[in-house]
């Protein structure tokens, strides 16, 4: 865990120490910029402010969490590889997301086959932890495991079953709490288009889980 | 701006109003949530006369509620580790001499180096002492001059290359 302190205190220290008092205005284009010039540890602090959103937002599309963390770390990889190509001339979370999204879709695109024969056992345990994540740990009886366990397969089919670009704008809304302004610019989209092509991914959610609601 | 709302002015709405992100007809700004409360006048004026969009709204709040079921797990514990690790095995590979076999791959560097090579070996040929190298000819003989006259072509061509090559310098980064 030196990524978590030793060097996150570094950087946290320098970043203070050079910013002074207006360290709290430094943005996250500021601090690519350090890892640009070889600031290790600036790397290392957007990496443990943005793991969570981008495994999260990774498991969503991959439906693994062992996958999902293995995205995650081929983004800050990239982030890593194109250090000296960045200029900040868009906010460093629509490049993150970007880069992202082009993963993501790059991985299932690749997998699409083995995802085909996959879609049944989504909602089973997860391998490597040996229970399903998505089922809150509260004694529920077997008929609510049932119930429960079919609402988030359907939740998880239908968000699948999106055309792509609908699915990764309802992902960023929904659950990465983008606003559409952003959404729009990691999709290359006006802001009117991107507000319809949510309101059409909304509304055929809607639609299909009617019987959930 | 239209003074009052009809269905449809609202309907696009409907997922940002339900999601409760305040008072999306005056243009969706920044990412701030100012709570589900609807700040729009017009927006609550149709809603509360309009039954029909008051029933969508209410069934697209239960969409997104329904969707928050679906959560997602936290980075394991291993995520720094591996992290960690995969960072270093980037900057390892960036470093170690692999890094300079790789650039035996680009034609140009190939041929410098090759043209350094020829170099060495003319100089030790030509030195006045042969060693144990394994071409002892002794110079004079047809043979010797024969072997002289290939290798001195191949000197003088290397040169053109050698200027080639500098010229080209400033394209290819030093390694
Ligand atoms: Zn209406």
Redesign the interface.
Known sequence: MAMDRGLLAVSSASLAAEGGNSSSVLTDADIMLRVKAGDESAFSYLVQKYRRAMVHFMYRMAHSPAVAEDLAQEVFLRVYRSRENYEPTAKFTTWLYRIATNLAVNHIRDTRHERQGNMASLDEPDPETGRSLDVADVKPTTEEVIIQRERLAAIRGKVESLPERQKLAVLMHKYQQMDYKQIAEVLKLSESATKSLLFRAYESLREQLKEFV | MKSNFNCDDI??L???L??G?GDPASE????E?KGSEIKDSRIKAHLQSCATCSAELE??R??????D????????P???????A??RE?IAATKRPAGWLHWLRKPVFAVSLTVAVVAGVTLVETGHAPLSGPVAVEPGTAVGDLQALDKNHDLYSDFDVLDDLQVQSNVVANP
């Open positions: 309907r696009e409907m997922p940002e339900a999601a992100s969706v700004k920044g990412s949530i069934s697209f239960r969409t997104l509620a329904l969707l079921e679906w959560k997602a797990p936290e980075p394991s291993y995520f720094d580790v591996r992290m960690q995969k960072l980037e």
